[in-house]
């Protein structure tokens, strides 16, 4: 069994549009103790069988998971089947990451599973051909994503602290979000500074740093996800955002019983609430 964790945005920034659609990030990610649980069995067939029992998980090549195993037996002529078990912790269509965690899951145990001797670097650089979020679930930690979100910078971990997550009962098109963008005055937020927050562990200055102009978006086309970002500040989290495309909302939070106040008051009016720590680091750099 394998976990595959959701990631959180602690900063989301776009520079320009791009000639081939996409947006020019710069973002900083960092993986949250919530995960999806993956089990590979080889199959005597040479098919892919996805297994799920969440009735918003596509069982067919829709599935992110079933397109990573597909990528690896084209690209290396592999003739042998397998079946991906695929238990839904994270919620779906989040901006969790939860597709391209598993995804990034299903590379790495198939990597170990048909001995084809990948680096980490090789199978993020496949998983950006499945997603743009997908290169970054391979390392998983804390890292500064550019381009489309495949090149990836190493970052220590944040200062440690709970991150409350509250996912408002809608599901959110990345695609939707990122055509809804105007992208001239957009309030960008100040990666330099939460590099410098997360390099020093400086937790008062990681929470003043968080900044999302995906917001700007999100939050016009669905007011819930507004409200609960107000409510979550008024039960006292330390700083509030939004995660990727929405709708999750997180809270940073360092108190327990501080935790538990914000946890008890969202779970009124939403029905998916996790309080879950940061994962720490990733792969270090060199
Ligand atoms: C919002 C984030 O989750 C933040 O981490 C990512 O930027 C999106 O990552 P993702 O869901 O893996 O995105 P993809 O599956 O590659 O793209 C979905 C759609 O989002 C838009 N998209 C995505 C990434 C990017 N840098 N620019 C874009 O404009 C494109 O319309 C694309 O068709
Ligand atoms: N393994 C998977 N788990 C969940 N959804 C999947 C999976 N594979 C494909 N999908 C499809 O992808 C859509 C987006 O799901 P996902 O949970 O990955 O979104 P997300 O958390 O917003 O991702 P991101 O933050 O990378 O934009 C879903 O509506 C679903 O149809």
């Known amino acids: 069994m394998m976990k595959a964790p959701a990631k959180i945005n602690l900063t989301l920034d776009v520079l320009h549009k791009r000639a081939d659609g996409y947006h020019e990030v710069e973002m900083i990610m960092t993986t949250v103790d919530l995960a999806d649980r993956i089990e590979l069995e080889p199959l005597a067939k040479d098919e892919i069988k996805i297994i799920s029992h969440n009735r918003f998980v596509p069982d067919d090549k829709r599935n992110l998971a079933y397109q990573a195993a597909m990528l690896l037996k084209e690209r290396y002529s592999i003739r042998s089947g397998v079946a991906i078990g695929i238990e839904k912790v994270i919620p779906v269509a989040a901006g969790l990451a939860g597709g391209s965690s598993d995804a990034a899951a299903t590379l790495k145990g198939l990597n170990r599973m048909w001995n084809l001797g990948l680096s980490l670097d090789e199978l993020a650089a496949l998983g950006s051909e499945i997603g743009s979020d997908v290169s970054f679930c391979v390392y998983g930690g804390t890292a500064l994503a550019k381009g489309r979100g495949e090149k990836i910078q190493h970052l220590p971990s944040p200062p440690n602290c709970w991150v409350v ?26 990666t330099k500074a939460m590099m410098t927050a997360i390099q020093t562990k400086d937790y008062q200055k990681m929470c003043a740093n968080l900044g999302n102009v995906l917001e700007s978006v999100t939050l016009k086309l669905y007011p819930e996800v507004a409200q609960i970002k107000e409510q979550m500040e008024r039960f006292g989290a330390d700083a509030v955002l939004m995660s990727g495309s929405g709708p999750t909302v997180f809270g940073l939070i360092q108190h327990d019983s501080r935790m538990h106040r914000v946890c008890n008051g969202l779970r009124g009016f939403c029905d998916q609430v996790y309080a879950v720590r940061l994962l720490g680091e990733g792969i270090p750099v060199d």
């Open 165 to 190: 997550l509250a996912k408002p009962t809608i599901g959110v098109s990345t695609a939707e979000v990122y055509k809804n963008l105007k992208i001239d005055g957009l309030r960008h937020p100040d």
